[in-house]
């Protein structure tokens, strides 16, 4: 060490010399700030602002639409939402990008100005006559104070313009052709009337049948695809209840009834309650006495303009005033308030709970720091893209954590309509097909229901050969024929049946008083004998009814191509997702 110093001081001296440069470039604050976008499609950027002005939306439409405030878990179902749509339109843009749709000036400037312009430009300059005011759209356009709007107007137009021309593009390879608008016509449009025996595979008992180890081991291998499963996640949780206290009702039913006092001064009912926020609408109708609801009926011993004292209704406190009575006939109003945690007493405490207990649970370990505080730790499992979650509930929110968790890591709270958790991911399992021992009984299962289905069609056949006729099949079997009137070619289900498509098109391609062999379907085997079949004629399909028809086939198409050309889009997308470390 003694003979090396002066290469050390070197070194050192070089090495400080660089952490110098780099200081000055900032490069540190760099490495220690974290993503810089919420996430990216293909490299191109999702801001932060973009997501939360789509959340925002998407937050205030549902308090315009419902009057409430969001809770956590629609909240994280809007933000999980958000994104979806927000990775989606990148992946469009860069797909017509790719193909070549773009909208020119002159395009643009027809929208504007053109003899039909675009909708949004209509309905801003239309006149009384339903002509555009021309006068004032130049006047809009050439004014210097609109230069920003205007940018905006285009872009918005353009993007429009471009979408319309991408639906455009996909709808071009999705026609409906006249073939099968006529098979729809029919499908839609043909009926039979039968008579039917029905074998349910259930009538043959489980004892009846057995399965080797071996049979299931090669069912197994035959057909894993029918065994797959999601990512999945098992984890530890503990959690801290959100339901309030006695002090939060006590602090409720206080409230309510201090407002019952000034309820009993309002001139106006109707503001008095919409201004704070009552549960139950004012709806300023005569209600006879003998059809108020029996909750309600303290408001018919009361005086006009009296109200009553807080009365609790569902474990919620309630107040009545009696605004008017008409003989028999009474006009109320209802002051209710739900009760609900104390969002600072109640809900900032068990957070706080929550919070410290992370931050100790991260160093200290999970079950210890556990065990120190007495609290129950339970354990669960969920799957990827299903968001119920057993014991927990339906919770977006637990599920985006769990799928951001790595082994052994513990989450920071989650807080969900019902709970505070915080959570510790144990194993997580990639998707694929799961192994045998895990599935044996569902296996079991479903070799012994096809040995049963394979032994009803076997008696079945037996009794088709030995007896002429389908009352002498019944009367060997002791079966009911059951009858079907107007049975349609293009139903899924048969009355008293259950969901048989497989059994209605056997069904159709009979000719009138045939009698089917048996016909094994999805719950049981038929015999069947077709006594009417009206088949129709395409020649009678008119061009209005073939016009619905290829609008709604189209439209069907355009549907299921979308999600398919989406999901693949995403499939071959490089897709980054920060939003963990963006909003924790």
Request: glycine share 6%; net charge negative.
């Amino acid at each position: 060490m003694r003979n090396s110093t002066a290469s050390i001081l070197w070194i050192l001296i070089f090495s400080f010399g660089i952490l110098w440069v780099l200081a000055d470039t900032q490069v540190f604050d760099a490495l220690t700030v974290g993503p810089r976008s919420l996430g990216s499609v293909n490299g191109e950027a999702i801001s932060l602002n973009e997501y939360n002005q789509r959340v925002n939306f998407y937050t205030e439409q549902y308090q315009q639409r419902t009057g409430g405030s969001v809770n956590p878990e629609m909240r994280a179902t809007y933000e999980n939402q958000a994104w979806e749509d927000l990775v989606a339109a990148e992946l469009i843009q860069q797909k017509m990008n790719e193909i070549g749709i773009t909208v020119t000036d002159n395009e643009l400037l027809e929208m504007v100005t053109g003899e039909n312009p675009a909708p949004f430009i209509r309905q801003q300059f239309q006149a009384e006559d339903g002509t555009i005011d021309r006068i004032a759209l130049r006047a809009a356009i050439e004014s210097p104070e609109n230069s920003e709007a205007w940018i905006q107007v285009e872009q918005q137009l353009r993007d429009t313009r471009r979408q319309e021309k991408m639906s455009s593009y996909i709808s071009s390879g999705l026609k409906v052709n006249s073939l099968e608008v006529r098979n729809e016509y029919i499908k839609e449009n043909s009926y039979a009337n039968i008579r039917y025996l029905r074998f349910p595979y259930a009538d043959i008992p489980a004892e009846e049948i057995t399965a080797t180890e071996e049979e299931l081991r090669a069912y197994y291998q035959d057909n894993q695809d029918r065994f797959e499963r999601a990512e999945t996640y098992r984890f530890r949780y503990v959690s801290w209840d959100k339901t309030p206290t006695a002090q939060d009702t006590t602090n409720i039913v206080n409230e309510v009834a201090d407002l019952g006092r000034a309820f009993a001064n309002a001139q106006d009912d109707s503001l008095f309650l919409d201004r704070y926020g009552s549960t139950v609408d004012y709806t300023g109708a005569y209600v006879p006495a003998d059809e108020i609801r029996e909750e309600y009926q303290p408001v018919v011993d009361l005086d006009v303009g009296e109200v009553s004292d807080v009365v609790m209704i569902n474990g919620d406190p309630h107040v009545f005033k009696k605004v008017d009575q008409r003989g028999n006939e009474i006009k109320f109003g209802v002051l209710s308030y739900p009760v609900v945690a104390d969002p600072i007493a109640t809900i900032d405490r068990l957070a706080e709970q929550a919070s410290e207990f992370e931050f100790y649970a991260s160093s200290e370990g999970f079950m210890q720091e556990a065990e120190r505080r007495e609290l129950e730790v339970q354990e669960g499992t969920a799957s990827k893209g299903s968001s119920f979650i057993p014991g927990i509930g339906q919770s977006q929110s637990t599920l985006r954590i769990l799928e951001s968790l790595s082994e052994d890591e513990i989450s920071e709270p989650i807080e969900t309509n019902n709970f505070f958790l915080v959570v510790q991911m144990i194993q997580k399992t990639p998707e694929g097909p799961r192994p045998f021992p895990e599935v044996r009984s569902q296996v079991e299962t479903l070799v012994i229901n096809e040995k049963r289905k394979n032994m009803m069609l076997e008696r079945v056949q037996e009794m088709y050969q030995n007896n002429s006729g389908l009352e002498a099949i019944a009367t060997a079997s002791d079966k009911e024929i059951q009858e079907v009137q107007d049975l349609r070619m293009a139903a899924t289900r048969i009355p008293d049946a259950g969901r048989e498509v497989g059994v209605i098109g056997e069904i159709f391609d009979m000719e009138q008083g045939d009698l089917s062999e048996p016909i094994p379907g999805e719950n049981g085997v038929y015999v069947i004998e077709v006594t009417e079949l009206s088949e129709a004629d395409p020649a009678n399909i008119t061009d209005t009814q073939r016009q619905q028809i290829q609008s709604r086939l189209e439209q069907q198409k355009f549907m299921a191509f979308n999600q398919v050309f989406l999901d693949q889009l995403k499939a071959e997308a490089d897709i980054v997702d920060n939003r963990r470390e963006m909003l924790q």
